[in-house]
């Protein structure tokens, strides 16, 4: 079986974290800006990190979550016959990221008043607007010596490590900590309770040659699977994992 692991967040805090996860990992692949391509998908997911972050509860959310991690990993130090050495390295990972995330409160700041970068943004949006004529200063600064250019570079992402971290970390502890069974789809249509689930995961044969389309909230969920081909659906046969970090 050749497995497609498709997932649907059931709440606005894990549908951020899901997005700021894409957004980092396109920002590490592209930040070496040795091809136009690579340029323009860093600046525009640079952008992007911003703009989610600044209309999102992201502080508060990160510290909610990350102290119900720190409450469950000291019940588990507690019980007879665990890896302590484990939990207290988990511990204390989890503590550095909220005393280091305590002490933050905007993480963009440093964007907005980058002159290069405000020249950038505007551009943008405009189809093949990283043209030199376009961005003369961005085509001179460039052709600068690459340590120059890295150095900027890691410049602008350093405020979002910190919580790209945190990030990673939440979502590799949800997707973890779940719960799944075996169910049908009936003609490519499925119902189910979602029992306080952050994150949906579908996994699917890819030789069904659909995909899922979700509908739902923390309480119940909607699956409807897609043809890709534009044929009638059978019953569909899928696991599901239903995700909670606490």
Known sequence: MAALIF???????????LRLEQLFEQLMLSKALQHPLQQQQFFRALFEVAEVLERCEWRSDLLKDLAKQADKLEQWAAMPKVDI?????????????????SKHARVSDHLKNDRLLSSIRQRLSLPGG??????PQLHYWLHQQPELIQGQVEQWLQPFLLV???INHLLKLLREQHSDSEVIASKGFYQGVAAECGLLRIEVDSQLQCYPTVSGHKHRFAIKFISAVNQELEDIPCRLYCCKIA
């Open 7 to 17: 997932e649907h967040p059931l709440n606005e805090k894990v549908r951020n974290y």
């Open 85 to 101: 050495s484990k939990i207290e390295q988990l511990l204390l990972q989890v503590k550095t990221l909220i005393a280091a995330i």
């Open 130 to 135: 990283n043209c030199s004529f376009d961005l």
């Open 164 to 166: 790209a971290d945190a």
